[in-house]
């Protein structure tokens, strides 16, 4: 599809994203028969048009919902035939109900719409699997890198790596810890600082381009799920993440335990399928990136 043709249909989306979107107004908005129009936009941007519109619409309603609207005003507001169908469509995208985001999610903007460049279509249509791949394990590589930064402080000797069943796999070390203590307040400001993000649509994670050098957050965001275990100053801190955003209040309990944290995460199968994680490509990272640290033991399991 025409460039010029693609960018003026997402944008008429996002001007009517409070009404009901057909094909046929879209077909002629591009000078196209419907049948025609909706085979270049699968092909373009890799997914259905009516998929498309589905994301967007779910989008702009996460922000509704932030703002402290109602799920049923909202479900209403974008058009959706159903308060039952809303929650359903919401939840299949995000990984849980409203409700849940609108009380533990930090913060969210829509992203801004983008036309696809080669690499971002073959990555959407399911071909990018090399890329899928790395960038998977990608993850795993930035989050022993806040452990190599315990090490670099002084603070570390050991870390762990576990290869678990289901797609998870688990890191400790034996650093410091989160800075984590008693106070409830201080400790969600400071787990929001570090690892708070926003569910990440497939659509959104093939216009991300380089995924080296992310952040902690954007690494929770493309986690199915992220379980963080703080062990501090006989205490021990708990809270999960679904796709970046916290599933309950952090958890504490006395507990004697030696120090440092540990993190169990899933990438995010909406993303990334069932790609496995190769215990040789890990060995490889580490062997290459450990070797500078002297006394240093990492155990990979």
């Known amino acids: ?151 670099e402080a002084g603070y570390c000797t050991e870390i762990s790596i576990t290869l678990l069943p289901g797609g998870k796999l688990k890191i400790c070390d034996n650093g410091r810890g989160i800075p984590l203590s008693k106070d409830q307040h201080m400790n969600k400001g400071v787990l929001d600082k570090i690892l708070a993000g926003h569910p990440i649509t497939g659509l959104e994670y093939a216009g991300m381009g380089d995924f080296s050098q992310c952040s902690m957050q954007t690494v929770n965001s493309l986690c199915e799920s992220l379980q963080v275990n703080v062990y501090r100053n006989g205490m021990w801190f708990q809270q999960d993440y679904v796709r970046g955003i916290g599933q309950h209040d952090v958890f504490c309990k006395e507990l004697e335990h030696a120090a440092g944290t540990e993190m169990i995460l899933k990438p995010d199968k909406m993303i990334f399928g069932e790609t496995a994680f190769s215990d040789a490509v890990i060995r490889d990272w580490v062997k290459e990136n450990t070797n500078i640290y002297s006394g240093l033991i990492v155990n990979i399991e």
């Open 1 to 151: 599809m025409n460039t010029a043709i693609l960018k003026k249909i997402l944008s008429y989306i996002d001007e009517h994203i409070y009404e009901k979107i057909c094909l046929l107004e879209l077909a002629e908005v591009a000078g196209y028969s419907p049948f025609y129009f909706s085979k270049l936009f699968t092909e373009t941007m890799g997914m259905p048009i009516t998929g498309y519109i589905r994301i967007r619409k779910l989008q702009y309603a996460l922000c509704s919902l932030l703002e402290g609207k109602k799920v049923l005003d909202v479900s209403i507001m974008y058009a959706f035939d159903s308060h039952e169908g809303f929650t359903r469509s919401f939840t299949q995208l995000f990984g849980q109900a409203p409700s849940t985001v609108r009380k533990y999610l930090v913060s969210y903007s829509v992203p801004e719409w983008s036309v696809p460049d080669t690499e971002s279509r073959r990555m959407s249509m399911g071909l990018g699997k090399s890329t899928l791949f790395d960038n998977m394990h990608q993850i795993v590589f930035e989050v022993l890198k806040t452990s190599l930064q315990e090490v």
